[in-house]
């Protein structure tokens, strides 16, 4: 009986995988490339900000506030591109 049900998880699974795959549209690889620059900029200054809620020097804090600064500009930048 538990193989019964292992299988049909495992056909159910496939189903959905091949469902997914069908509703996958095509990116260039330049908005790929995009995508993922936009992420790690995202990412970035998401860390920069968590190390400023926690920085205690004024001289970190302020180094800290100029990175976010400099990734929101290059943000600015990335939202201004064509996608």
Partial sequence: MAR????KSVEAQQEEAARGKAA???????EQRLRERRRTV????TRAQLDLSRATA???K????QAIAAL???LDDLARLPE
Avoid: K
Avoid at 62 to 65: D, P, S, V, W
């Fill in 4 to 7: 019964g049900f292992e299988s």
């Fill in 24 to 30: 996958t549209v095509e990116v260039s690889p330049e």
């Fill in 42 to 45: 995202e990412l970035a200054r």
């Fill in 58 to 60: 004024p001289a970190h």
């Fill in 62 to 65: 302020q180094m800290l506030e």
């Fill in 72 to 74: 929101d500009r290059q």
